[in-house]
């Protein structure tokens, strides 16, 4: 179903913006749409452990869940302070922007294949934190 869809859109896209194939953007495309799935998987996780020990902690997890609408537009729209955030402390450039410039042949280097390494270190963080709030969880007091 979805996966259908995906595909069928990343084909339809690529011929409107007449995307060369390489081996590489072939990678990267594969790269970049998993890396991208575990930083939201882990960004989620992180902000969930905090229902451990807040009652109503819905709104710090729509505080990071929701500024993922800033991944939908390039980051280079955004004053430097923004862009910074969304690629070095809440990393959804690292999920869209950079894997997107490299498929477009935009130069941004090579940190357009970090985003396996973010993601890695994100899952682990997410994880440690999620055994932590395990440990020292003792119930909401009834």
Do not use: E
Request: proline share 5%; net charge positive; aromatic share 18%.
């Amino acid at each position: 179903g979805n996966f259908l869809v995906g595909a069928a859109l990343v084909v339809k896209s690529s011929i409107a913006l007449g995307i060369d194939w390489t081996p590489s953007k072939l990678l990267m495309l594969v790269v970049g749409v998993l890396s991208g799935g575990f930083i939201f998987i882990a960004l989620n996780l992180l902000t969930c452990v905090a229902s451990f020990w807040i009652v109503d902690s819905v709104p710090i997890t729509r505080l990071v869940f929701d500024n993922h609408l800033f991944a939908q537009y390039p980051l280079s729209i955004y004053p430097k302070a923004i862009s910074i955030l969304l690629t070095w402390v809440i990393p959804y450039g690292f999920a869209s922007f950079y894997p997107a410039s490299y498929l477009l042949g935009r130069d941004v280097g090579s940190i357009a294949w970090f985003g396996p390494f973010v993601a890695a270190i994100l899952l682990f963080l997410g994880y440690r934190f999620w055994q932590f709030g395990l440990k020292h969880y003792s119930g909401t007091g009834t």
